[in-house]
């Protein structure tokens, strides 16, 4: 298996654009999670999918942001409009629990200038 | 706030030599642990784990301890090599819930 497959893996781009950032799990894990990785906090969840479904998008921080599992080997989060303090590495990881066994992507690293 | 707390951002060793990574958390009903190691321009990968019920878990050269009544772990890494430089995660899970992560360690071991 090639593992969590994550593009592009560095965007930047304008504030007030719109960035989409893709993700391509590993076949037959059944959990799917998005998180964020900061100096000021450190990797946080964003929101994770169980079997396609979003389960808890409580780590979303604004409205801003959005994330969908259309099938079970693909997912975006996208953000709209993107703001500078949005930059970050964001990183998708997938899974056959919640607990244990997460494969990560490489990450994207977002720049909002 | 934080649940997993790992306060010193960066660490030095010697190569040869031990490195202690530490890291406390605030919820006690935590109860499942681990530590992932991230290399740069990489996703963190798994390094190892400890269930609430044990105080220690070794693997090679790497062992976790866990103090439940101070809230506190600590990975120990015996001797340290220079391909262990990376970024040390710690995390915790709470029953079915996925992992709360701290904000890392950068260890840099010397040769």
């Known amino acids: 298996d090639a593992g969590v497959i994550q593009s592009p893996r560095h965007e930047v781009t304008e504030m007030g654009q719109e960035v989409t950032l893709r993700c391509k799990p590993i076949s037959g894990h059944d959990y799917l999670f998005w998180y964020r990785q900061t100096m000021m906090r450190g990797l946080e969840l964003l929101i994770y999918?169980?079997?396609?479904?979003?389960?808890?998008d409580s780590g979303m921080p604004e409205d801003r942001f959005s994330a969908k599992m259309p099938n079970a080997s693909f997912s975006t989060l996208k953000i709209q409009p993107s703001e500078p303090r949005d930059s970050a590495v964001y990183f998708c990881a997938s899974s056959p629990t919640v607990v244990l066994g997460y494969t990560f992507g490489s990450g994207t690293r977002l720049t909002v200038v | 706030d934080q649940q997993v707390k790992q306060n010193s951002p960066s660490l030095s060793v010697q190569e040869g030599r031990i490195s202690i990574l530490n890291c406390d958390y605030t919820n006690s009903m935590f109860d499942y642990f681990l530590w992932y190691k991230k290399y740069p321009a990489e996703g963190p990968t798994f390094l190892i784990s400890?269930?609430?019920?044990?105080d220690k878990n070794e693997d090679g050269r790497f062992t976790v301890f866990l103090n439940k009544s101070a809230k506190h772990l600590s990975l120990h890494i015996v001797p340290s090599q220079p391909g262990d430089s990376a970024v040390y995660f710690c995390?915790?899970?709470?029953?079915?819930?996925?992992?709360?992560f701290g904000k890392g360690t950068r260890l840099s071991v010397i040769a």
């Open positions: 400890i269930s609430s019920i044990k």
């Open positions: 995390a915790a899970s709470l029953g079915n819930t996925p992992l709360v």
């Open positions: 999918f169980n079997n396609n479904v979003p389960i808890d």
